[in-house]
């Protein structure tokens, strides 16, 4: 943890030969004083390029030594050899030495020995590992540094992005660890209250986490999910009991989903973050992991033995089910009913009617309202509008797509009627097209359409032929980037980011070759994405780095193609253009725009969506109905 640890010295190589050590405050052995550590710093500005091994925790460490590293240049070398495999997660720094170089070095826990800390090994100990370390930074980039190359803007955005990263995930979000300890204590009766319903339809106590106890009392009732384990157990998992219940429902089966439901709730989030933000007085700090994912999104997460950021996955907190609210009109003075919001000129209520509706989040046990603002700050969310969807329309050209997307249609709506003609288009038409929109990006099958939509397989067949026909450029698309791939064994991405497919594509088992065929189609699409919020974090940095925003916006998480923000309640509506200004991005030859959607409100669990007006305003998206 860098802000509460010490240095205990540093290593550096220029070849990749020769290592050195400077031991800072070690307790045994001789020690050079924190001078050492300024020339260190001042060679480090006056370099041509600074390699580095997650260059993150390196940087972070000397910027809480008091050293600004904005002006250092960095390439870290974990980037090349992440690239030379995407499909290979973070490769640490020793195994990368055994990859590339044919090292052997000693680990971490090996040098420590017996000793709690590095500090308390003995110089003449602690050198031989630290300085290999540096000779093994400086010999991996000479042997990676191809594999930066190869991927051209990709490897830029992946490098270029860590230290805005670095400094976005310092920030500290704030927990409301009274709503949690609420929410978790009605969630806890609401969970005995359902048990106790499931023993007494059963007649029994059983372990509803015991498969052969639940399968058996569920027989007894007469259900059987018609699927087994290895061990010829009836299967009770969730996803089965979800699957029977979809097609033939009973009152215990969406009673035994829903307590496991409120379990993993609880277990994974409620009082997982309610412990974390104890043990960090009231606040949360995310890890964000970065040659993690083959698509190059961010993963998160962090290390127990890291007390620096929280334990938790941000990125996986459940989003609230939606909610209608009225909007009303909002003059200081007014009178706020409780559970209502004010933002900005309006207030927000579920009770209070107006003509004005607009779609917000339900707050009760609303995991994401756990996150918090000042009083004088909103909350504001910024996200890629269809981002998925609008990257196959650019990368395809399929007229279909482009069209209704430039003339600001529905292209759900649009697909269905192309499929099944404008005299069957109905809501649940649409559901389907929707489905398929995504679904078939990404290879859905007529068989998994087949289960999707509960038709037979034949059925199932019939609806790809017809996406097929309304999309044709799409599946033109796809089969030329399968081609290609097979050809070069690699896929690249439009910005160069490579994923090594050649083993699934030239496998002989046809699972395999479909999951490489399906990697292809994923691969291209998805990572776009992952490449367009890396490019908008290093452009907000160049703005949010700078004295002038330093006090009135605050990162505070990311997810996927989402950023959001603690922003000064008087500069909302300057700051929002600006966050969407930095997040807008055109690619040269794509005709469809990356829309950026804005959400406004006092937490992340209250937001609602706001729009420019004509006059360039911003208010809330609401929509006009009949009283």
């Known amino acids: 943890d860098p802000s509460t640890g010490d240095l205990v010295g540093f290593s550096f190589s220029f070849d990749g030969k020769t290592g050195y050590y400077v031991p800072i405050s070690h307790y045994m052995g001789d020690n050079l004083p924190k001078e050492a550590v300024d020339l260190f710093y001042q060679k480090m500005l006056q370099v041509k390029m600074n390699f580095l091994y997650n260059m993150r925790f390196d940087f972070r460490w000397m910027e809480y030594q008091g050293y600004d590293m904005s002006k250092v240049k960095y390439y870290d070398v974990a980037v090349g050899c992440w690239l030379s495999d995407t499909n290979v997660k973070f490769p640490s720094l020793k195994k990368s030495e055994r990859k590339f170089l044919g090292w052997i070095p000693s680990t971490f826990e090996e040098t420590l020995g017996d000793a ?168 949360a700090r995310f890890n964000y992991m970065t040659n993690n994912v083959p698509t190059s999104r961010l993963a998160c997460g962090a290390d127990k033995k890291n007390s620096y950021f929280t334990h938790l996955n941000v990125q996986s907190a459940p989003k609230p089910h939606p909610k209608d609210w009225y909007v009303h009109d909002y003059k200081e003075g007014d009178v706020v009913g409780d559970g209502e919001f004010v933002i900005m000129r309006w207030r927000f209520s579920t009770t209070d009617k107006s003509n004005r509706v607009i779609e917000g989040f339900n707050q009760s046990n609303n995991f994401r309202s756990s996150f918090i603002v000042k009083d004088d700050e909103y909350w504001l969310s910024c996200d890629y509008a269809a981002q998925e969807l609008r990257a196959i329309a650019n990368l395809t050209g399929e007229p279909n797509w482009v069209n209704t997307f430039l003339s600001g249609g529905d292209l759900h709506k649009r697909m269905a009627i192309n499929m099944w003609g404008a005299e069957n288009y109905d809501k649940e038409k649409r559901k389907r097209a929707k489905v398929l929109n995504f679904g078939m990006a990404y290879g859905m099958s007529g068989y998994s359409l087949a289960q999707k939509f509960n038709v037979s397989v034949e059925e199932g067949e019939d609806i790809v032929a017809r996406f097929w026909k309304a999309a044709p450029r799409i599946k033109e698309f796809q089969t030329r980037c399968v081609r290609v791939a097979k050809k070069q064994g690699t896929v690249y991405n439009y910005f160069g980011l490579p994923r090594r497919v050649k083993f699934y594509l030239n496998h002989s088992d046809p699972k395999k070759r479909a999951f490489g065929v399906r990697t292809v189609n994923n691969t291209v699409i998805q990572s776009v994405g992952a490449g367009l919020l890396k490019l908008a974090m290093i452009k907000l940095w160049r703005y949010l780095g700078s004295d002038e925003y330093k006090d009135v916006i605050r990162f505070q998480c990311t997810v996927h193609d989402e950023i959001n923000f603690a922003v000064k309640a008087d500069r909302i509506e300057e700051l929002a253009k600006l966050v969407r200004s930095c997040m807008r991005v055109e690619i040269p030859g794509w005709r469809v725009p990356f829309e950026i959607g804005t959400d406004i409100g006092t937490k992340w669990g209250a937001t609602f969506p706001f729009k420019y007006d004509e006059n360039d305003n911003l208010v809330p998206d609401w929509e006009i109905v009949e009283s």
Do not use: W
């Not at 000779?135 to 991996?140: C, I, L, Q, R, Y």
């Not at 980039?141 to 594999?147: H, I, P, Q, V, Y």
């Not at 500290?172 to 806890?188: A, G, H, P, Q």
């Not at 498969?211 to 010829?232: C, F, M, P, R, V």
């Open 116 to 283: 709690t800390s590095f500090r308390f090994l003995d110089v003449k100990d602690a050198y031989p590992y630290a300085c290999v370390d540096a000779e093994g930074t400086f010999a991996v980039c000479m042997a990676t540094l191809k594999f930066y190359k190869e991927s051209k803007l990709a490897g830029k955005l992946e490098n270029e992005s860590l230290y805005p990263l670095m400094k976005f995930e310092e920030q500290t979000m704030t927990v409301d660890m009274d709503y949690l300890r609420n929410c978790i204590s009605e969630e806890t009766l609401k969970l005995h209250q359902l048990q106790q319903e499931i023993y007494r339809i059963f007649g029994y106590q059983i372990k509803l986490n015991s498969n052969k106890q639940l399968g058996d009392a569920l027989q007894q009732l007469g259900i059987h999910t018609g699927e087994y384990t290895s061990t010829g157990l009836m299967k009770t998992d969730i996803k089965t009991l979800e699957r029977v219940n979809l097609h033939n429902p009973h009152p215990v089966l969406g009673m035994i989903i829903e307590q496991s439901q409120i379990n993993k709730s609880l277990n994974s989030y409620f009082e997982a973050l309610l412990k974390e933000a104890e043990r960090m007085n009231g606040v």
